[in-house]
C-alpha cells in the first residue's frame, strides 16, 4: 500500500514537473476565457440623493471574461460579471437594492509576453466601463453608466493550457438618478474590484 502511495506521489510530482517546463508565456494569436469570484467594495462617498448623503454596500459575485492577443505583449479582453445586488442606505437607514451590471472593455498590456517558458504573467490593463442598473426596489431609477476603467493581474500557468490568477479592477461609475423622470441626485460608485480565478488558454 505505501509502495502504491509512494508510486502515486512520483506520477505527480513528474507530471507537475513537466506541465512547469512546458508552460508558455502569452503571445500573439492566443485566445483565452476566464471565471471565477470577484468581490466590489464601492468608493466611501456614493453621493447623494434629495441633498441626503447616498450608501452603497460592497457585494460578491461571479465574474466571467474572454480575450485575444493580437501581439505578444499586447491583447484585448471583454470581462465583467454577474449582477450584484447592492444594498442602498440614505442618511444611514436602508431603502432598498438595486442590481449592477458591469461590463468592461480592456487594453492589455503583458510584460513578459512571448518570453519562452516563463510560468508567471503579470499585465496591466486601461479601457472603459460600461454599467447597467435595474430593478430597482426603491421609487427612484438610476441611468446606465459610462467610465474609464483600469485593472492590474497576475496570471500563473499551471499546464501550458491552464492558468490561476488573481487581479484587481478599478472603474469610473457615476449614475443620475431619477424619480418620475427629473433629476434628484447622482450615486457614484466607483468600485474597487479584487478578484481571482482560472483561465483557459486555446
Partial sequence: MNM???MGTAAL???TTFAAQSALAYQAGDIYVR???EKADPTSD???IANQDLDVSEENGFAYGAGYLFHDKFGVELNGSEAMEHDIAVNGGNVGSVDRTPVNLMLN????GGVENARVHPYVGVGMNYTHFSDESFNADLDSSYGAAAQVGLDLSVTDNLLVGTYARYADVDSDIE???HDVGE???DPMTIGAGVTYRF
Fill in 4 to 6: 502504491t502511495r509512494l
Fill in 13 to 15: 510530482l513528474a507530471t
Fill in 35 to 37: 471565471g471565477g469570484f
Fill in 46 to 48: 456614493n453621493g447623494d
Fill in 109 to 112: 498590456y503583458y510584460p513578459l
Fill in 179 to 181: 424619480v418620475n423622470g
Fill in 187 to 189: 450615486a457614484e460608485i
